[in-house]
């Protein structure tokens, strides 16, 4: 995964977002396919803990790139999920 990023001016313009996982426990991707559009606030996925679940939103807009983390996959707090080209 290659990151670009653009100097103007005195701003940096970084182009692709990371989706990290609130809370810890075993990662279920939902069905994003690669290039789609994803809305602020669509599933990126579950993460299950004991006998609850919590739903991994999209804090931003922008193109599915693709998944970091793996269908039972057990994850920590703030562990990357997905990244999105937002630009």
């Given amino acids: 995964m290659t990151a670009i990023v653009h100097s103007v001016g005195e701003c940096l313009v970084v182009p692709e977002r990371i989706v990290v996982t609130p809370v810890v426990g075993i990662f279920r991707p939902a069905a994003v396919e690669g290039g789609a559009t994803v ?20 804090p931003f807009e922008g193109t599915f790139m693709g998944m970091l983390a793996f269908d039972g996959e057990r994850l920590r ?5 997905a990244w999105l080209r937002v630009a």
């Fill in 39 to 58: 809305r602020e606030g669509d599933p990126i996925g579950v993460v299950e803990c004991l006998r609850a679940t919590s739903t991994i939103r999209s």
């Fill in 77 to 81: 707090a703030g562990q990357p999920v």
